[in-house]
């Protein structure tokens, strides 16, 4: 069983059709799954229709903002499990999901997944279960979509338990996605990148909610410095930083040599405490395949 767990703003303007589109491709994907939704205000009528768990008591801060580590507490106790799947509320999954999914819980008793995502303007209802909207979307969408940097990571698949805790993150403010990744590399945690089977589409929207401005009045806001302070000496990792990918369906290690070079000079940055020995083991590293060559 698979649970998928989010946190939708109030569906209210653009995030009405951008989420509901989002959630309609998750019920709609083939599978053993679940949804749970945090703090679903009141878009209570859409859930019950669709056979959604809602949790309407999130941990908040200050602000109102529901805090990462109790929505994956909180999913980890209520949830089937045993694999979980945190995403944003504007992400469509593609069919094969799952799929994917089983193939990684197959080969790994523990591992997280993230990807890319594909950034998309859509503006129209798609209800997934209807063929032709989903075929029209589907088309429009393998032409238009555009693959994001290395730093729009917006699904996060993982077993149960690779965080021994989580920071009281906002949701949201930046940095906890960062975070997730390079602590999974810290408690030597698998991770695999998906982009090249999961075409995740994130739906383009606009940051004016909450009283914001624009991204950039998020990542100045109060909550995001906060996020910044609960971050401390973590580095900021990245699909990158991913151990192992999954291509048509194979799971590989990244061991090439650029690979190997990438992964050992990161190692520092995973293990702080060790930085001296990592440098010199990756100077002898370089040696030994030059000498090689």
């Known amino acids: 069983m698979l649970t998928i767990f989010s946190t939708p703003r109030p569906f209210k303007g653009e995030f009405k059709t951008i989420q509901e589109n989002a959630i309609s491709s998750w019920i709609n994907i083939m599978g053993d799954k679940e ?19 809602i949790i309407n008591n999130p941990k908040l801060n200050s602000f109102g903002t529901p805090l990462i580590s109790d929505l994956f507490m909180q999913s980890e106790k209520l949830g089937e499990g045993p694999i979980y799947c945190f995403i944003n509320c504007d992400i469509i999954l593609p069919e094969n999901f799952i799929d994917t999914v089983n193939i990684c819980s197959k080969k790994l008793n523990k591992y997280l997944m993230i990807g890319h995502r594909f950034d998309l303007d859509y503006d129209q209802s798609i209800d997934f279960s209807n063929e032709d909207q989903k075929s029209e979307y589907r088309e429009y969408a393998s032409v238009n979509a555009q693959k994001h940097d290395k730093w729009g990571i917006d699904y996060f698949v993982f077993t149960a ?8 993150f906002a949701i949201g403010r930046f940095m906890y996605d960062n975070w997730l990744i390079w602590k999974a590399r810290r408690n030597r945690i698998p991770v695999i990148d998906a982009t090249n089977d999961v075409m995740a589409i994130h739906q383009n929207h606009g940051y004016h909610t909450k009283g914001f401005s624009g991204e950039k009045s998020v990542r100045n806001s109060v909550e995001a410095q906060e996020n910044k302070r609960l971050f401390g000496n973590a580095w900021n990792f990245g699909i990158q930083d991913s151990t192992h990918e999954i291509k048509e369906g194979n799971i590989r290690l990244k061991n090439n040599l650029n690979e190997e070079s990438w992964y050992l000079y990161r190692l520092r940055k995973v293990y702080p405490e060790w930085k001296w020995i990592m440098i010199l083991y990756s100077k002898l590293y370089r040696l030994v395949n030059k000498s090689l060559k």
């Open 35 to 53: 949804i749970i939704l945090f703090d679903s205000d009141d878009s209570l009528e859409f859930m019950q229709n669709n056979d959604i768990k």
């Open 161 to 168: 338990g690779i965080w021994d805790s989580i920071p009281d």
